[in-house]
């Protein structure tokens, strides 16, 4: 299996991350990648990868809710420096999030459109970060329509019609804890959803699948998220093994 969105490198892993990182290779995790937020926590992030150069990959990029009027122009341009360093295998996590912050929506959407542009000229998946935002999402992806956009619509959790408008545009659905909450929702129509536009993800150390829910999430719990879909779709555990890695390889380029 692979966590295609893991934050090991955050505070809150202080105490146990290689501990944490073996439970999860042990569950049989191979890989994990790991969404920049802004340059505070790059140094980490990069130490991390560097430390399992074969299992951890780092993505690059600036998180909507650190698009500050103050910094965020800066930030970018650390970003870009970065990209044009070395190769990541996406861009993120990015987006638009009013769920925090509505006064950034015109700074976060500019982040966001230089993102998507960087992307498109390196030929990088995006991983889209949207909270309370689908309709701003949608707008930008649509106006930024290329055959070269694609990625993923990180932590889903819209609705059937915000699911497909999201294939449509050449993305796939990030899939974690909260297809395992009560109240998530998206367990009533993902199997309108073909397998083989969706990924796996943690997003540890937030949203801790069921029944850790409100405690810390580690990536060892993606098998938790993958037995929920053994429910949806009503295959075996190993097939929603095989084909979201394999998705999760195809977009990432490996």
Known sequence: MIDTHTHLYAEEFEEDRKEAIQRAIDKGITEFYLPAIDSESHGKMLQLEAEYPNQIFSMMGLHPCYVKPESWEKEL???KNYLDQRTFPAIGEIGIDLYWDKTTLDIQVKAFEQQIDWAIEMDLPIVIHTRESFEETFEVLERKKHPKLRGIFHCFSGNLEQAKHAIDLNFILGIGGVVTFKNGKIDQFLHEIPLNKIVLETDSPYLAPVPHR??????????????????????DFSEIDRITTENALNLFNK
């Open 214 to 235: 409100g405690k810390r999430n580690e990536s060892s719990y993606l098998d938790l998220v993958a037995g929920k879909l053994v429910d949806i779709y009503k295959v």
């Open 77 to 79: 341009e650390i970003v």
